[in-house]
């Protein structure tokens, strides 16, 4: 296996939230889906992360490697005549959906050589507009992947 695990595990998170949200009117997406988002949207972002080489055993022309990759998911909330308080606790919950979803799904989505899956930074934002209120609240998910 050559490349990155960077886009399967984050299209298997995905997959595992639109299953997760399925029937409740929370949108999920890979991506922002531009004009059209629903008033509860939960959708990936940027990944990035690094390679490390495990150490160098005789004359083989691959070595294995470490890849730890993290990407951003977001989970943004608007709802015209509420306050900041009120869209914030609105993503906890729906956060708080995802960290179990994702607790419970060690090896998501198969994705090979993924060994780990786990929600590693938090950040919550909001602000008022003539309408309403919005938030956004966005996870650091991690991967690890060891990659041959």
Do not use: W
């Amino acid at each position: 296996m050559a490349g990155t695990n960077a886009v399967k595990a984050k299209k298997a998170v995905i997959d595992l939230l639109t299953t997760t949200f399925e029937g409740t009117g929370v949108q999920v997406s890979y991506h922002y889906p531009g004009r059209v988002p629903m008033r509860e949207l939960v959708h990936a972002g940027r990944a990035e992360g690094s390679h490390a080489f495990h150490a160098m055993k005789g004359g083989r022309p691959q070595h294995a490697r470490q890849e730890t990759i993290t990407f951003r998911l977001m989970v943004v909330v608007e709802r015209p005549g509420a306050d900041p308080y009120d869209v914030e606790l609105r993503c906890v919950e729906i956060g708080e959906e995802i960290e179990n979803a994702l607790s419970t799904a060690f090896s998501v989505g198969g994705v090979p050589g993924l060994e780990l899956i786990r929600v590693t930074g938090v950040d919550v934002d909001s602000d008022v507009d003539d309408e309403g209120a919005f938030a956004v609240l966005t996870y650091d998910v991690t991967t690890v992947s060891v990659l041959t």
